[in-house]
């Protein structure tokens, strides 16, 4: 207890002696302004004294009304306003205000940056990581060795000749754990180099660079695959020309044999041309989720009419099953009959002549928070997938056979022109199958939480 109040009285001391040193600094204020008036005045005050001086000796003038004068001016000296310039220049009566320390103004400025941002000391560890650091390293905390989380020779090194460089140096590094990436990283020294160069400290920007090695990797793969695709039909194409154009140009026999060849050679190429612009299109609106209403019974109503003469044609048993009430989504009615098509064309495509391929929809319930969601299964009993081809199939130009595929007319870009469609769609595929045993294509969509049911009962 009597700690307790000693401490009371300690702290009591402490505020009332901080007050009245607040109260003395605004008595002393106005003086202090006074004094630093006359003291930027002060050439000209002793100016004007000496010329009032000078009367008084010479002339004979009056002592009381030079003083009168004298004192008249020094008042209207303190009274006049300071120049601009003075007030911006520190007065020696005034203390000046403390600077903003460096690390504090770089902390302001690494958070409002979007990559990660760590700040090192000149040992190399760490004083400040922004949001984004904290995020890509857990682990890493202050006043720990940056090569806690980053253990690459080429970084370590950098760090270690940045205060001495004096100058900014990117480096470009592998992580295999916890998760493989590419990074990159410039390493910056927050002074020149010199001779003080042990006391730098050092900024670390880091960039990852895996999704955009990602992308131009899928991009020129992309442009191999499809100026592969595009040669081989324009190759053949010519060399039949050329020979109608030369020896054959006479030869009814060769003639018939040959166009019917080169007419199915340019139906590839539209074939291939029409799936790239249609999976440009889906790419291009891939950000921005489809906002209207769509009953799938209507979609799947379509694509039984459109995949229907096919089916006949090709010798298949199609059947399409509609879910037992509406159906409602929110999704662009078109892109979900092609993704019906696709699936269906495939089943069609690679399956024994004869077979069956049936279309068939289920909902599942909301559990909880989580909302219901439509299922549509494209099932056929064609002569089905090996597993290690599972994982791949919705890559571009991805082909279990290649020969067989082109055989038959596929582009290898039906599937991935799905995926994109059900990626916008924030829907997913599920691809079940097994050799001998057929393969099951199975769609999935949420479903449409809406806020008005009159507005979503008008959209359908």
Do not use: C
């Amino acid at each position: 207890m009597a700690g307790s109040a000693l401490n009371d009285r300690a702290e009591s001391s402490l505020i009332t002696s901080s007050l009245l040193g607040r109260i003395g600094q605004a008595v002393l204020r106005p003086f202090r302004e006074i004094g630093a008036r006359l003291l930027a005045a002060l050439w000209l005050i002793v100016a004007v004294g000496v010329i009032m001086v000078s009367p008084v000796f010479i002339a004979g003038l009056s002592k009381k009304f030079a003083l009168i004068g004298f004192v008249s001016f020094v008042a209207s000296a303190m009274l006049l306003p300071r120049h601009e310039t003075d007030q911006a220049l520190p007065s020696a009566l005034e203390p000046a205000s403390p600077p903003i320390p460096a690390v504090a103004a770089m902390r302001v400025l690494a958070e409002a940056l979007p990559d990660p941002v760590i700040l090192l000391g000149p040992g190399g560890h760490v004083l400040f990581r922004n949001a984004e650091a904290r995020t890509l390293f857990a682990s890493l905390r202050e006043g720990s060795h940056i090569s806690s989380v980053i253990r690459t020779p080429e970084f370590l090194d950098a760090v270690a000749a940045a205060p001495g460089l004096g100058r900014a140096v990117t480096v470009a590094y592998a992580e295999r754990v916890p998760v493989g990436r590419r990074m990159a990283a410039t390493v910056a020294p927050l002074a020149g180099g010199g001779e003080d160069a042990a006391a730098v400290n050092i900024l670390v920007l880091l960039r990852d660079l895996t999704e955009i090695e990602r992308i131009n990797q899928m991009r020129a793969d992309f442009i191999a695959n499809a100026s592969h695709e595009l040669r081989t039909p324009l190759a053949s194409l010519r060399g039949f020309i050329e020979t109608l154009q030369g020896s054959a140009k006479g030869d009814p026999a060769a003639r018939d044999r040959f166009l019917p060849i080169m007419a199915e050679q340019a139906s590839r190429m539209t074939r291939l041309i029409d799936a790239l612009l249609s999976l440009s299109r889906v790419e291009m609106n891939a950000h921005v989720p489809p906002s209207d209403l769509v009953d799938l019974n209507d979609v799947l109503g379509h694509a039984k009419d459109t995949l229907e003469p096919l089916a006949r044609e090709m010798g298949f048993k199609f059947e399409v099953k509609r879910f037992p009430r509406a159906a409602i989504v929110r999704g662009d009615r078109d892109e979900l009959v092609q993704v019906l098509q696709n699936l269906a064309q495939n089943a069609f495509r690679y399956g024994p002549r004869g077979g069956e391929v049936r279309i068939e929809a289920k909902h599942i319930p909301s559990i909880g928070r989580q909302a219901g969601r439509y299922a549509i299964a494209v099932i056929d009993n064609g002569p089905g997938i090996a597993p290690e081809h599972l994982p791949r199939l919705t890559e571009r130009f991805y082909r279990v056979d290649v020969a067989a595929s082109r055989e038959k007319g596929g582009t290898g870009l039906g599937l991935a022109i799905v995926k994109h469609i059900l990626n916008r769609h924030r829907g997913e595929l599920a691809i079940a199958s097994a050799p001998g045993k057929g393969s099951t294509f199975t769609v999935m969509l949420n479903e449409a939480r809406s806020i008005s049911p009159e507005r979503d009962a008008a959209a359908v």
